[in-house]
């Protein structure tokens, strides 16, 4: 019986098998690194959404707090003015003279207190018309004035900066409707 015997692997089979394993353990450990770095990359990525969440929460309570103390002042800053004209009203024997006073002081008082908080009027009277400032309640006729031109003001407009409160509410001077008014009593 002829036994054959393993012959240890020549030199060359030896270093193509540590080749062949070289790559694969190569590449787990690349595969494991990756991993963990994006398990790490996840956590920083979680921590920062809950970071984030967390100022969104805080600055809306900051933005409410802030809101909640610009009421409360400018309530406080308005009382006395409704003192004033609750005064003015539980007077029995004020002349109307006097009454009318007690409303215009007021009435400064009121319109202060709207400049301190950058609230103003404007007089829109002679102005071009502007529809973001005014609001057309009707034409008028002034030939010594331009065409839309402001002649009156029924509301004054509140602005704020640049911001509209509120348009003023005016009559805008028009030239052409004249002229088409004679040009149809004319007969045309």
Do not use: C, W
């Amino acid at each position: 019986m002829t036994t054959t015997r393993k012959q240890p692997p020549e030199p060359h089979e030896a270093e193509a098998r540590s080749e062949a394993a070289g790559p694969v353990d190569s590449l787990a450990a690349k595969i494991a690194e990756l991993e963990a770095a994006l398990a790490e990359s996840r956590d920083r990525y979680l921590r920062l959404a809950a970071d984030f969440d967390n100022y969104k929460k805080r600055a809306a309570q900051e933005n409410d707090r802030r809101a909640s103390a610009q009421k409360r002042s400018f309530i406080s800053e308005l009382l006395p003015v409704v003192d004033n004209l609750e005064r003015a009203l539980s007077v029995d024997s004020a002349s109307s003279e006097q009454l009318r006073a007690g409303v215009h002081m007021t009435l400064q008082q009121i319109h202060q207190l709207l400049r301190r908080h950058g609230v103003k009027t404007e007089d829109a009277v002679g102005q071009t018309f502007d529809p973001f400032r005014h609001e057309a309640l009707r034409t008028g006729y002034d030939p010594t004035q331009p065409d839309d031109v402001v002649l009156e003001v029924y509301q004054p407009g509140y602005y704020r900066g640049e911001e509209v409160l509120r348009p003023a509410t005016v009559v805008v001077n028009d030239l052409g409707r004249s002229e088409s008014a004679r040009h149809n009593r004319n007969g045309g």
